[in-house]
């Protein structure tokens, strides 16, 4: 073996898939934007009107939905995924997206399938009103199978100091508001794959929708906002708790929206509910804390009071 096409690596195909990406990467650009593409890095400029701008950044990636989507060839969503987990983070702190980067790591290119993953962030990313700045494809041949897929990113986001949302603003008698989600989002497909095993496949389609991307809602209606969670692993119980302060804690009516079927299907592989109520969102992928009484016309999707903020520790659901 004495050439790096030998090794596994496939330069040559690295290169076709550089020019295979450039059209949707750039086309999520704007006069913002710093850098060429293909170039080492890339940035962006501060929007104008912030007095004391605090720049936030997250990073995740979409985890083991993406052997679902292996084993189907269904990658068209998998970008508003990993979209979606970062700058929805950021959404929780009342953070705006700035720019977005990804890492796409694979054990060889194949090049339709890339074309379509990268694709699939950058529609992800004007959906979320942010330029696709840049990334990184990395073949690791001897370290994955061939077929192995894993895909990664980060966010920057900015907001003005005296807005970060948080624990420190919430108070008791407040509401907790729930955003609909119509699926999972990116959380507890391994235990999806566990109790579904070969039935993965064929509910695949309803499995892999993609993610909602909260955080252009949750910018429009910051004026209202106290606090915010994302509902990821842990669920709504895990991650409520997280934005409340000490003494006081948050009862959640889980009849007061529906439980999309998904979960009901899930549930059916023998999930008991407690294990389902600390893995999954159950239909509410987003919350919001805000005074009684709000005007939420300015939120979409779906906003419904499902709860209460009062004094004492946790988060009941009921």
Known sequence: MTSYRQAGVDLEGADRHTENIASPVTATWTKDVVGG?????????????????????????????????????????????LVAMCV????????????????????????????????SVADACSVAGMPLLGGETAEHPGVMEPTAVDLAGA??????????????????????????????????????R????????????????????YS????????????????TGGGLAGNVARVLPAGLGATIDTTSWERPAVFDLIQSYGVAEEEMRKTFNLGIGFVVIVDPEPDLSSLDHNP???????????????
């Open 88 to 119: 929805d983070d950021l959404a929780a702190a009342g953070a705006s997206p700035l720019g977005f980067v990804d890492y796409l790591a694979v054990g060889a290119l194949q090049e339709e399938r890339d074309k379509a993953i990268v694709a």
């Open 216 to 231: 252009p809602s949750i910018a429009s209606s910051a004026s209202i906002l106290k606090a915010a969670a994302h509902i």
């Open 304 to 318: 419904t009071v499902i709860g209460t903020v009062h004094p004492g520790a946790g988060v009941n659901l009921v």
């Open 155 to 192: 966010a920057m986001g900015v907001v003005e100091a005296n807005a970060v949302l948080g624990p420190d603003r919430v108070r008791a008698g407040d509401l907790v508001i729930g955003l609909s989600s119509p699926n999972l989002r990116s959380n507890g497909f391994s235990l999806v």
């Open 194 to 213: 566990a109790v579904m095993q070969d039935d993965v496949e064929a509910h695949a389609a309803t499995l892999l929708e993609p993610s909602v991307i």
């Open 37 to 81: 593409f293909g170039g080492f890095a890339a940035g962006v400029r501060l929007p104008e009107g912030y007095d004391d701008p605090v720049l936030m950044m997250s990073t995740d990636g979409v985890g083991t939905k993406l052997e679902v989507a292996r084993r189907t060839g269904l990658w068209s969503g998998v970008g508003h995924d």
